[in-house]
C-alpha cells in the first residue's frame, strides 16, 4: 500500500468518525431533562410525511420588577413518541399537568417538530380556577 492509500484511508476513517459524533450529539445526545407544569393547551398528531403527536403547555408566573407587574404566561411546546403518553395527554386537555423531558440538541422528523420530547406525564390535577384577576375596564 502506498503512502498515499494511506493517508487518504486515514482520512476517510477520521471523516466518518466525526460525522458520526456530529450526528450522535446534535439529535441523540441528551442535552438535558426535566420536568414542567402548566395547564395542557392542546396535543394534536399531526405532519407531513411523518405524523408526530405535538403539544403545548401553559405556564403561569409573575412577571419580574423590569416587565412591571402582573401575570404572565409561556409557552412549552414539545413532541411526544411514545402513543400511550399522547393518549393520555389527549384526554387530559385543559387540566394541570407535570411532563417529564428530555432535550435534545436537534430535531429528527420521526421523532417531532420539537426539541423537547415529553417522555412521561407525572401528573394531572384540575386546574385551580377560585382565584380570580380583577379586570381593568377603562371608560
Same mark, same amino acid.
Given at each position: ?13 477520521? $471523516?466518518? $468518525?466525526? $460525522?458520526?459524533?456530529? #450526528? ?5 445526545? *441528551? ?8 395547564? =395542557? ?7 407531513? #410525511?411523518?405524523?408526530?403527536?405535538? &403539544?403545548? !403547555? #401553559?405556564?403561569?408566573? %409573575? ?5 412591571? /407587574? &402582573?401575570?404572565?404566561? @409561556?409557552?412549552? @411546546? ?8 399522547? @393518549? *393520555? ?5 385543559? *387540566?394541570?399537568?407535570? $411532563?417529564?423531558?428530555?432535550?435534545? @440538541?436537534?430535531? =429528527? ?9 415529553? /417522555?412521561?406525564? =407525572? ?9 380570580? %384577576?380583577?379586570? !381593568?375596564? /377603562?371608560?
Amino acid at each position: 500500500m502506498r503512502i498515499s492509500s494511506k493517508v487518504a484511508a486515514i482520512s476517510c476513517a477520521v $471523516l466518518v $468518525l466525526a $460525522l458520526g459524533a456530529f #450526528i450522535y450529539f446534535k439529535f441523540y445526545f *441528551k442535552f438535558g431533562e426535566g420536568v414542567k407544569a402548566g395547564e =395542557l393547551n392542546q396535543i394534536v398528531y399531526k405532519g407531513w #410525511i411523518w405524523k408526530t403527536y405535538e &403539544g403545548r !403547555l #401553559i405556564m403561569t408566573g %409573575f412577571r419580574g420588577s423590569k416587565q412591571g /407587574d &402582573g401575570i404572565q404566561s @409561556n409557552e412549552f @411546546n414539545f413532541s411526544v413518541v411514545d402513543p400511550e403518553v399522547a @393518549n *393520555k395527554l389527549m384526554r387530559c386537555s385543559g *387540566k394541570q399537568v407535570e $411532563l417529564h423531558y428530555v432535550e435534545y @440538541n436537534g430535531m =429528527l422528523p420521526w421523532r417531532g417538530m420539537q426539541h423537547y420530547i415529553v /417522555d412521561e406525564v =407525572l401528573s394531572v390535577s384540575e386546574p385551580d380556577r377560585s382565584e380570580s %384577576f380583577p379586570v !381593568l375596564i /377603562d371608560e
